[in-house]
């Protein structure tokens, strides 16, 4: 659906992306992966052609971005990391609009702008000001927004960024039953839970460079299924074991408090960029 | 591309819909200001030749003010759309086009700027003002508000904050009110800046007005000037739409 080749951005002397290469199935729900500044919006920039690459190929359900504008913009859908919702017009109105501006026709329009409100739960703040929403109500409203002309690939840019858990995790819902409706999803997000938990397979960017790219079970079972961790004078240390037993018996020999458990995303991350996650 | 530039002004004729009171009873301030100021005020002693200076300033009012509601109702709203809101994405990720985005914007701007222009035509009469009002009248205040609407849309794409667009104000659009023909005719001035003035929009504005609202004149050359920065404006406001991808 998504195929990215040798793709470039540079912003003057900086490089944001370098030459990423990326293929994404219909259906799949991909994750981008990476700390602030690692690339990640940049790419979703691009491939929503809100910003133009500097070289490469990329084409979007058989499209090519460069060429072929109208066709992308048909079928993607974009929630981007900002509230970009119109603050003088009602839930309602923004879907209007869009709707509007994606040539839907009237009837279609109105039945499908019920639909989506409905399924994102919000029929009953329809006439409401969006300035008068929460942040979680705000970001159901773009992603019910980004689904209104039945877009074949949505694009999620740090969807649950500073969401409450109970939020966040409704959203998730959300997006697995996009992903069973046949949609494919591309997000962005910076924690790692979240990509581990969404996600059949991930890239991990830094610094502008993929570093790795597979399931997330792939990743962690590179390093060992289990992790055993332990605090040193200079700092918290880790260990990684393929076999329980063989990690059990370790922990045993150490003297101060340690923790047994599987290895997690994070784990990968880590051990792949040399730093934890930070927001 | 016409349904598109309606969509594009069906979300500005919503905003005004809703706040039209508001929007009213704000407009109204300054001009009856002017008009008491300048008129009642200080024009009492003033004789010009067209006759009461009253009837002289009620075309430059008109003029200023349709250019200030015309700028400012899509100057400030799209800078902050583009750089704050990023309510300007929706439509760039949208299948619409950048002529048609730029229509839909400046004829909303110049909508409200014609609006803001009948309320003081309105006060005018109130305050004893003769004026003729025909349909060159309006043709002319009508090219004026979309002059001003234009620009506000070329500045909001370049400005890069909220305070560049209020220096915008200060250096070009004040002097103009002041300088353009409104409250004197520049006759007077040194003649380079006579000669930057007449090259102004505001002054073509002023000139048409003026000239059609005391003697029925036609002034095709102001027509002309007005038509010419139309079209720059919109030309280079296409521009700058495609060129914020980059």
């Given at each position: 659906m998504i195929h990215v080749e040798n793709f470039s951005k540079k912003f003057d002397q900086r490089i944001a992306v370098d030459n990423l290469s990326l293929h994404i199935g219909k259906g799949e729900i991909f994750g981008l992966l990476g700390p602030n500044g690692a690339g990640k919006t940049t790419t979703i920039r691009v491939l929503t052609m809100l910003t133009q690459p500097t070289v490469g190929t990329i084409t979007i359900d058989g499209c090519e971005i460069g060429h072929n504008?109208?066709?992308?913009?048909?079928?993607?859908?974009?929630?981007?990391?900002?509230?970009?919702?119109?603050?003088e017009l009602t839930a309602w109105e923004n879907l209007e609009l869009h709707g509007r501006l994606h040539h839907m026709p009237s009837e279609i329009r109105k039945q499908r702008i019920a639909d989506l409100l409905e399924y994102v739960e919000l029929s009953d703040r329809a006439n409401d000001m969006v300035q008068k929403f929460s942040g979680g109500m705000k970001r159901r409203l773009m992603?019910?927004?980004?689904?209104?002309?039945?877009?074949?690939v949505l694009f999620l840019d740090e969807p649950t960024v500073g969401l409450d858990p109970q939020v966040r995790?409704?959203?998730?819902?959300?997006?697995?039953?996009?992903?069973?409706?046949?949609?494919?999803?591309?997000?962005t997000t910076h924690y790692i839970e979240e990509a581990e938990s969404l996600c059949q397979r991930v890239a991990i960017l830094e610094q502008g460079k993929l570093i790795a790219l597979d399931t997330p079970a792939v990743l962690c079972e590179r390093l060992g299924a289990y992790a055993v961790e332990w605090d040193e004078e200079d700092g918290l240390k880790t260990k990684f074991f393929a076999d329980r037993m063989v990690a059990s018996e370790f922990a045993s020999t150490l003297t101060t408090t340690t923790t047994l458990r599987r290895t997690n995303l994070e784990d990968a991350f880590v051990e792949l960029t040399g730093r934890k996650v930070v927001g | 591309m016409l349904y598109d530039i309606w969509t594009v002004f069906w979300r500005e004729w919503l905003v005004l819909q809703r706040r039209i009171g508001r929007f009213i009873l704000s407009r109204m301030v300054s001009p009856v200001l002017?008009?008491?100021?300048?008129?009642?005020?200080?024009?009492?002693?003033?004789?010009?030749?067209?006759?009461?200076?009253?009837?002289f300033i009620v075309p430059g009012i008109i003029a200023l003010n349709s250019m200030n509601i015309s700028f400012n109702s899509v100057g400030s709203p799209l800078?902050?759309?583009r750089l704050y809101h990023k309510t300007l994405e929706e439509y760039l990720i949208a299948p619409i086009g950048s002529l048609a985005f730029v229509i839909g914007k400046v004829l909303a701007g110049a909508l409200r700027g014609l609006i803001s222009s009948v309320l003081i035509i309105?006060?005018?009469?109130?305050?004893?003002?003769?004026?003729?009002?025909?349909?060159?009248?309006?043709?002319?205040?009508?090219?004026?508000?979309?002059?001003?609407?234009?620009m506000a849309l070329v500045a909001a794409m370049t400005m890069s904050s909220h305070e560049d667009m209020a220096n915008f104000n200060t250096y070009m659009l004040l002097p103009m009110s002041f300088l353009c023909a409104t409250f004197f005719v520049p006759d007077?001035?040194?003649?380079?800046?006579?000669?930057?003035?007449?090259?102004?929009?505001?002054?073509?504005?002023?000139?048409?007005?003026r000239a059609i609202a005391t003697n029925g004149a036609v002034?095709?050359?102001?027509?002309?000037?007005?038509?010419?920065?139309?079209?720059?404006?919109?030309?280079?406001g296409v521009w700058l739409m495609e060129k914020v991808r980059e």
């Amino acid at each position: 659906m998504i195929h990215v080749e040798n793709f470039s951005k540079k912003f003057d002397q900086r490089i944001a992306v370098d030459n990423l290469s990326l293929h994404i199935g219909k259906g799949e729900i991909f994750g981008l992966l990476g700390p602030n500044g690692a690339g990640k919006t940049t790419t979703i920039r691009v491939l929503t052609m809100l910003t133009q690459p500097t070289v490469g190929t990329i084409t979007i359900d058989g499209c090519e971005i460069g060429h072929n504008r109208q066709c992308i913009k048909a079928v993607i859908g974009v929630v981007p990391q900002h509230f970009n919702l119109d603050i003088e017009l009602t839930a309602w109105e923004n879907l209007e609009l869009h709707g509007r501006l994606h040539h839907m026709p009237s009837e279609i329009r109105k039945q499908r702008i019920a639909d989506l409100l409905e399924y994102v739960e919000l029929s009953d703040r329809a006439n409401d000001m969006v300035q008068k929403f929460s942040g979680g109500m705000k970001r159901r409203l773009m992603i019910a927004r980004a689904l209104l002309h039945q877009p074949k690939v949505l694009f999620l840019d740090e969807p649950t960024v500073g969401l409450d858990p109970q939020v966040r995790r409704r959203l998730w819902e959300l997006i697995r039953r996009l992903k069973s409706e046949g949609l494919t999803v591309l997000l962005t997000t910076h924690y790692i839970e979240e990509a581990e938990s969404l996600c059949q397979r991930v890239a991990i960017l830094e610094q502008g460079k993929l570093i790795a790219l597979d399931t997330p079970a792939v990743l962690c079972e590179r390093l060992g299924a289990y992790a055993v961790e332990w605090d040193e004078e200079d700092g918290l240390k880790t260990k990684f074991f393929a076999d329980r037993m063989v990690a059990s018996e370790f922990a045993s020999t150490l003297t101060t408090t340690t923790t047994l458990r599987r290895t997690n995303l994070e784990d990968a991350f880590v051990e792949l960029t040399g730093r934890k996650v930070v927001g | 591309m016409l349904y598109d530039i309606w969509t594009v002004f069906w979300r500005e004729w919503l905003v005004l819909q809703r706040r039209i009171g508001r929007f009213i009873l704000s407009r109204m301030v300054s001009p009856v200001l002017y008009l008491v100021a300048f008129g009642w005020g200080l024009g009492r002693s003033i004789q010009v030749s067209q006759g009461s200076y009253l009837d002289f300033i009620v075309p430059g009012i008109i003029a200023l003010n349709s250019m200030n509601i015309s700028f400012n109702s899509v100057g400030s709203p799209l800078n902050m759309s583009r750089l704050y809101h990023k309510t300007l994405e929706e439509y760039l990720i949208a299948p619409i086009g950048s002529l048609a985005f730029v229509i839909g914007k400046v004829l909303a701007g110049a909508l409200r700027g014609l609006i803001s222009s009948v309320l003081i035509i309105a006060l005018a009469y109130a305050f004893g003002a003769n004026l003729l009002i025909n349909g060159w009248f309006l043709l002319a205040l009508a090219l004026n508000c979309l002059v001003f609407a234009s620009m506000a849309l070329v500045a909001a794409m370049t400005m890069s904050s909220h305070e560049d667009m209020a220096n915008f104000n200060t250096y070009m659009l004040l002097p103009m009110s002041f300088l353009c023909a409104t409250f004197f005719v520049p006759d007077h001035l040194p003649v380079a800046l006579k000669w930057i003035i007449q090259l102004l929009p505001l002054t073509h504005a002023s000139y048409a007005l003026r000239a059609i609202a005391t003697n029925g004149a036609v002034p095709i050359l102001s027509f002309l000037m007005m038509s010419i920065y139309i079209l720059l404006f919109i030309g280079v406001g296409v521009w700058l739409m495609e060129k914020v991808r980059e």
